[in-house]
């Protein structure tokens, strides 16, 4: 069974500072991990995922995240943090079932308040 | 494009009422998938169909049922509401091929009293 840990239900950072939200993962096999966004009242939006290659992947509005094969972990980062950052962040593992489908495992999500 | 619709918006059940949520694609996806999301506990999968005519069962999916007659539509169904199954829901789609992001719709609120 696959599985998503986001061990802070609320990060808070200041307008300008780095930002940084936590994700580990167990999963069998090769990991094919994801972050999403989600704004109020609105649906989850695909920011970046990984695959294979390199550690550091680069995605949508300039977040971008770190994955560490030994840690397990998957954070996700901004070097400058905006107000319309803020949002709620879920990151996401993807398995292979016996069927040959392709499914998601979410964490609980992170709630990333920026203050100005 | 109008990419993944969800029908209503909004509903307010009484308990034991029956009802059927709407999904619609036009990305011409193979899979799609239903989700529920609950305060504190993420998204977690109701049902999923890898194909028209294909479903399968979730993490979650007590209560519910599924059916994918077509490929753009995908339709979740409550045979007989209950409390718990107040929670927002969420449809989805992605590409078959490859390792690719998920595309999700808006979402239906659901109150169920």
């Known amino acids: 069974a696959q599985s998503v840990a986001q061990p802070e239900d609320q990060v808070n950072v200041a307008e300008g500072n780095p930002l940084t939200v936590k994700c580990t993962y167990s999963v069998s096999g090769n990991p094919y991990l994801f972050w999403y966004v989600q704004y109020p009242n609105r649906g989850l939006q695909f920011l970046l995922k990984?695959?294979?290659?390199?550690?550091l992947v680069k995605g949508s509005y300039g977040f971008e995240a770190e994955f560490n094969k030994s840690q397990t972990s998957f954070h996700l980062k901004k070097p400058s943090a905006l107000v319309s950052d803020s949002a709620l962040y879920f990151c996401?593992?993807?398995?292979?079932?016996?069927?040959?489908?392709?499914?998601?495992?979410f964490g609980k999500g992170t709630k990333l308040s920026v203050i100005p | 494009n109008a990419g993944v619709t969800q029908t209503p918006k909004f509903r307010v059940l009484k308990t034991g009422q029956s009802m059927t949520l709407l999904c619609a694609q036009d990305?011409?996806?193979?899979?799609m998938y239903w989700y529920r999301q609950d305060p504190g506990m993420g998204l977690r999968l109701i049902h999923y169909s890898v194909g028209e005519g294909t479903t399968a069962k979730g993490e979650v999916p007590d209560g519910y049922n599924v059916s994918r007659l077509k490929k753009q539509n995908f339709l979740l169904g409550l045979e007989s509401a209950a409390p718990s199954q107040t929670s927002v829901y969420f449809c989805?789609?992605?590409?078959?091929?490859?390792?690719?992001?998920?595309?999700f719709g808006p979402g239906t609120r659901l109150t169920v009293l």
């Open positions: 996401a593992v993807e398995g292979r079932s016996g069927a040959g489908s392709y499914q998601l495992t």
């Open positions: 990984y695959i294979t290659g390199d550690n």
């Open positions: 990305m011409n996806h193979e899979y």
């Open positions: 989805a789609t992605g590409h078959r091929a490859g390792v690719n992001e998920q595309f």
